[in-house]
Protein backbone atom coordinates (compact mmCIF):
# COMPACT_ATOMS: atom_id res chain seq x y z
CA UNK A 1 0.00 0.00 0.00
CA UNK A 2 1.23 3.77 -1.07
CA UNK A 3 0.98 5.78 2.55
CA UNK A 4 0.19 9.24 2.19
CA UNK A 5 2.50 11.77 3.91
CA UNK A 6 2.77 11.80 7.35
CA UNK A 7 0.07 13.74 8.80
CA UNK A 8 0.96 16.17 11.38
CA UNK A 9 -1.16 18.39 14.00
CA UNK A 10 0.41 20.93 12.94
CA UNK A 11 -0.39 21.24 9.39
CA UNK A 12 -4.29 21.71 8.80
CA UNK A 13 -5.85 19.55 6.27
CA UNK A 14 -7.10 21.04 3.07
CA UNK A 15 -9.99 20.94 0.13
CA UNK A 16 -13.48 21.29 0.46
CA UNK A 17 -16.85 18.57 0.90
CA UNK A 18 -20.06 19.16 -0.09
CA UNK A 19 -21.94 18.37 3.43
CA UNK A 20 -25.39 18.09 1.75
CA UNK A 21 -24.07 15.66 -1.27
CA UNK A 22 -21.99 13.37 1.12
CA UNK A 23 -25.17 13.49 3.18
CA UNK A 24 -27.37 12.17 0.75
CA UNK A 25 -25.25 9.03 0.52
CA UNK A 26 -25.62 8.18 3.58
CA UNK A 27 -27.20 5.13 4.94
CA UNK A 28 -31.21 5.61 6.82
CA UNK A 29 -30.12 2.48 8.83
CA UNK A 30 -26.21 3.70 10.39
CA UNK A 31 -27.05 4.78 13.82
CA UNK A 32 -24.60 6.13 16.72
CA UNK A 33 -25.25 5.88 20.50
CA UNK A 34 -27.11 9.37 21.80
CA UNK A 35 -24.22 10.28 24.42
CA UNK A 36 -22.12 11.66 21.62
CA UNK A 37 -24.97 14.38 20.85
CA UNK A 38 -24.25 16.11 24.16
CA UNK A 39 -20.68 18.34 23.03
CA UNK A 40 -22.48 18.95 19.95
CA UNK A 41 -24.88 19.72 21.08
CA UNK A 42 -23.67 21.97 23.32
CA UNK A 43 -20.91 23.68 20.87
CA UNK A 44 -24.10 24.62 18.77
CA UNK A 45 -26.09 26.05 21.11
CA UNK A 46 -28.88 28.11 19.72
CA UNK A 47 -27.06 27.15 16.63
CA UNK A 48 -29.17 23.81 17.13
CA UNK A 49 -32.29 25.70 15.40
CA UNK A 50 -31.06 26.45 11.71
CA UNK A 51 -30.40 22.55 11.45
CA UNK A 52 -32.76 20.83 13.38
CA UNK A 53 -35.67 21.18 10.34
CA UNK A 54 -33.35 19.20 8.51
CA UNK A 55 -32.58 15.64 11.30
CA UNK A 56 -34.26 12.53 10.92
CA UNK A 57 -35.10 12.38 14.08
CA UNK A 58 -34.81 15.71 16.02
CA UNK A 59 -34.42 15.33 19.68
CA UNK A 60 -37.43 15.19 21.96
CA UNK A 61 -37.15 18.61 24.20
CA UNK A 62 -33.43 19.29 23.34
CA UNK A 63 -31.94 16.34 24.38
CA UNK A 64 -30.52 12.67 23.67
CA UNK A 65 -30.94 9.74 25.42
CA UNK A 66 -27.48 8.35 26.05
CA UNK A 67 -27.68 4.69 25.12
CA UNK A 68 -30.93 4.93 22.29
CA UNK A 69 -30.01 4.68 18.56
CA UNK A 70 -30.16 8.09 16.29
CA UNK A 71 -29.26 8.32 12.64
CA UNK A 72 -25.44 8.64 11.82
CA UNK A 73 -27.13 10.84 8.97
CA UNK A 74 -27.72 13.01 11.78
CA UNK A 75 -24.65 13.29 13.83
CA UNK A 76 -22.87 13.83 10.75
CA UNK A 77 -24.95 16.72 9.99
CA UNK A 78 -24.82 18.24 13.31
CA UNK A 79 -20.87 17.82 13.67
CA UNK A 80 -20.34 19.96 10.49
CA UNK A 81 -22.37 22.61 11.53
CA UNK A 82 -20.43 22.78 15.20
CA UNK A 83 -17.19 22.40 13.47
CA UNK A 84 -18.42 25.24 11.01
CA UNK A 85 -19.02 27.09 14.13
CA UNK A 86 -15.79 26.70 16.13
CA UNK A 87 -13.82 26.77 13.46
CA UNK A 88 -14.77 28.96 11.01
CA UNK A 89 -11.63 29.80 9.21
CA UNK A 90 -10.90 26.54 8.85
CA UNK A 91 -11.52 23.60 5.82
CA UNK A 92 -14.18 21.76 6.62
CA UNK A 93 -11.74 18.59 6.87
CA UNK A 94 -9.60 20.57 9.46
CA UNK A 95 -12.42 21.53 11.33
CA UNK A 96 -14.20 18.29 11.29
CA UNK A 97 -10.84 16.68 12.06
CA UNK A 98 -10.78 18.94 15.47
CA UNK A 99 -14.04 18.51 16.72
CA UNK A 100 -13.45 14.65 16.36
CA UNK A 101 -10.19 14.46 18.39
CA UNK A 102 -12.56 15.38 21.84
CA UNK A 103 -14.80 11.87 20.75
CA UNK A 104 -12.76 9.53 22.63
CA UNK A 105 -13.03 11.54 25.77
CA UNK A 106 -16.40 11.24 25.74
CA UNK A 107 -16.19 7.29 25.19
CA UNK A 108 -14.06 7.21 28.26
CA UNK A 109 -15.74 9.74 30.02
CA UNK A 110 -19.04 7.03 30.00
CA UNK A 111 -20.01 3.80 31.75
CA UNK A 112 -19.52 1.91 28.72
CA UNK A 113 -16.18 3.64 28.13
CA UNK A 114 -14.48 3.31 31.83
CA UNK A 115 -15.22 -0.43 32.03
CA UNK A 116 -13.63 -0.97 28.11
CA UNK A 117 -10.45 1.29 29.30
CA UNK A 118 -9.91 -0.80 32.39
CA UNK A 119 -9.25 -4.23 30.05
CA UNK A 120 -6.59 -2.13 27.95
CA UNK A 121 -4.57 0.08 29.71
CA UNK A 122 -2.31 1.65 27.36
CA UNK A 123 -1.77 3.09 23.43
CA UNK A 124 -1.62 -0.31 21.69
CA UNK A 125 -4.16 -2.47 23.46
CA UNK A 126 -6.92 0.43 22.56
CA UNK A 127 -6.24 0.70 18.79
CA UNK A 128 -6.65 -3.17 18.77
CA UNK A 129 -9.90 -2.82 20.67
CA UNK A 130 -10.80 0.01 18.85
CA UNK A 131 -13.01 -2.15 16.27
CA UNK A 132 -14.99 -3.17 19.55
CA UNK A 133 -15.17 0.19 20.41
CA UNK A 134 -17.20 1.35 17.32
CA UNK A 135 -19.43 -1.37 17.76
CA UNK A 136 -20.60 -0.87 20.44
CA UNK A 137 -21.40 3.10 19.50
CA UNK A 138 -22.38 2.76 15.93
CA UNK A 139 -24.26 0.45 13.45
CA UNK A 140 -22.83 0.09 10.18
CA UNK A 141 -19.69 0.56 8.24
CA UNK A 142 -16.74 -2.14 9.27
CA UNK A 143 -13.83 -0.76 11.40
CA UNK A 144 -10.93 -3.16 11.79
CA UNK A 145 -7.05 -3.14 13.24
CA UNK A 146 -4.26 -5.29 12.97
CA UNK A 147 -0.98 -4.86 14.23
CA UNK A 148 1.89 -4.64 12.15
CA UNK A 149 5.82 -4.11 12.47
CA UNK A 150 5.75 -0.16 12.35
CA UNK A 151 2.43 0.45 14.06
CA UNK A 152 -1.16 -0.52 14.15
CA UNK A 153 -3.31 -0.30 10.39
CA UNK A 154 -6.57 0.64 10.93
CA UNK A 155 -9.03 0.64 8.33
CA UNK A 156 -12.41 2.21 7.83
CA UNK A 157 -14.43 0.56 5.26
CA UNK A 158 -18.02 1.79 3.82
CA UNK A 159 -18.01 3.77 6.81
CA UNK A 160 -19.38 6.93 5.91
CA UNK A 161 -18.65 9.33 8.82
CA UNK A 162 -15.97 11.34 7.01
CA UNK A 163 -13.25 9.00 7.12
CA UNK A 164 -10.99 11.21 5.47
CA UNK A 165 -11.46 13.90 8.26
CA UNK A 166 -12.92 12.93 11.13
CA UNK A 167 -11.86 9.69 11.84
CA UNK A 168 -8.29 10.98 11.57
CA UNK A 169 -9.31 13.19 14.37
CA UNK A 170 -10.67 10.26 16.54
CA UNK A 171 -7.47 8.52 16.22
CA UNK A 172 -5.43 11.59 17.31
CA UNK A 173 -7.64 11.63 20.47
CA UNK A 174 -6.96 8.70 21.59
CA UNK A 175 -2.87 8.81 20.96
CA UNK A 176 -3.25 12.46 22.58
CA UNK A 177 -5.53 10.56 25.63
CA UNK A 178 -2.38 8.51 26.69
CA UNK A 179 0.06 11.34 26.84
CA UNK A 180 1.88 10.82 23.15
CA UNK A 181 1.99 13.07 19.88
CA UNK A 182 0.12 11.60 17.27
CA UNK A 183 2.01 9.64 14.36
CA UNK A 184 -0.05 8.82 11.52
CA UNK A 185 0.41 7.95 7.83
CA UNK A 186 -2.78 7.64 5.44
CA UNK A 187 -4.27 6.08 2.66
CA UNK A 188 -7.60 7.34 1.26
CA UNK A 189 -9.87 5.17 -1.14
CA UNK A 190 -12.93 6.77 -1.21
CA UNK A 191 -15.44 9.15 0.80
CA UNK A 192 -16.37 5.77 2.52
CA UNK A 193 -12.68 4.07 2.95
CA UNK A 194 -9.72 4.99 4.48
CA UNK A 195 -6.88 3.03 6.25
CA UNK A 196 -4.19 4.11 8.90
CA UNK A 197 -1.08 3.37 9.92
CA UNK A 198 -0.77 5.02 13.81
CA UNK A 199 3.01 4.79 14.72
CA UNK A 200 3.40 3.73 18.59
CA UNK A 201 6.60 4.65 19.23
Known amino acids: MSWHAELSLSTPLTGSVDGEERFAHFPRHYTIK ?3 FSRVLATLGDGLREVE ?3 VDPPRMGRYLPFWDYPQVDYSRLCLAAAR ?3 PTQSVPEAMRRLARLDFQQ ?4 RVGRVTLALTGDLASSLRKLPDMYRMSIK ?3 VTAREEDDGMRIEFEDFHGWPECYALGTLEGIVQHYGKHPRIHAAFHSE ?3 TYL ?4
Not at 107 to 110: D, E, M, R, V, Y
Not at 198 to 201: E, G, K, T
Open 34 to 36: GMY
Open 53 to 55: DKL
Open 85 to 87: RSW
Open 107 to 110: FAGS
Open 140 to 142: GGR
Open 192 to 194: SHA
Open 198 to 201: VHLS
